[in-house]
C-alpha cells in the first residue's frame, strides 16, 4: 500500500508540472452579459405586481465567494398603486461541474428602497420580493465555460477555486 501512495504521488508530481494552474478573471460586466438574458421580470404577487430590471453587478473587494446584484424595482396595484426603487440582492457562488457552469445560489435581500409605498405595504411587499427574488434568481447561470475553447473545456474539470478579489471573479483551475 505504502508503494502504490508513492507512485501515486509521483504521477500527481507530474501532472502537476505538466498541467500548470491557471485562473480566469471576470469583470461584472461579464457577469451582466449573461445575467441581462434573465430581465426584465415581471411577476403579479396577491395584488401586486412586480417589474425588476437593470441588474447591475457589485464584485465587492475581498468579498470570498459571493456577489450583489442591485436592480431597479417596480410595484404596482393596478389602478391604485405605483412605486418605484432599487434594491440590492447577495448571494454566493455555487459550481456545477457537470454542466461547467456557475450559478447565482441563496439570494439575499440586503437592501430595498422602494418610493411612493405606503408604509402598511412595505413588510408584506418585502416578503413577497423575497420570494421572487429565491425563485427566479436563485440558481441563475451567470457563466458557463465554453466546450469549445479547449483552456475552457480543461478548466471545468479541474476547478481549485472560487473567489472573489480585486472587484473581478477569479476561477483558478489546476493541480
Known amino acids: 500500500m505504502h508503494k502504490l501512495t508513492l507512485v501515486w504521488q ?3 508530481g507530474f501532472l502537476k508540472r505538466l498541467l500548470p494552474s491557471f485562473t480566469f478573471e471576470l469583470k461584472a460586466s461579464d457577469l451582466e ?3 441581462s438574458q434573465v430581465f426584465p421580470i415581471k411577476v403579479k404577487k396577491l395584488i401586486f405586481v412586480f417589474k425588476i430590471s437593470d441588474p447591475e453587478v457589485i464584485l465587492p473587494p475581498g468579498g470570498l465567494n459571493r456577489i450583489s446584484i ?4 417596480k410595484v404596482s396595484i393596478p389602478g391604485l398603486l405605483a412605486a418605484k426603487g432599487r434594491a440590492l440582492v447577495e448571494g454566493e457562488v455555487d459550481y456545477d461541474r457537470e454542466q461547467g457552469e456557475f450559478f447565482f445560489f441563496d439570494p439575499e435581500i440586503k437592501d430595498m428602497d422602494i418610493h411612493g409605498l405606503p408604509r402598511r405595504y412595505t413588510e408584506e411587499v418585502r416578503g413577497l420580493f423575497e420570494a421572487i427574488v429565491r425563485s ?12 469549445q475553447d479547449k483552456k475552457q473545456k480543461y478548466a471545468k474539470r479541474l476547478l481549485k477555486s472560487i473567489r472573489v478579489e480585486d472587484e473581478r471573479l477569479k476561477i483558478q483551475v489546476g493541480f
Request: glycine residues 10%.
Open 136 to 147: 427566479t434568481l436563485g440558481d441563475m447561470s451567470i457563466y458557463k465555460f465554453n466546450q
Open 33 to 35: 452579459k449573461r445575467m
Open 70 to 73: 442591485g436592480m431597479s424595482i
Open 10 to 12: 509521483r504521477i500527481l
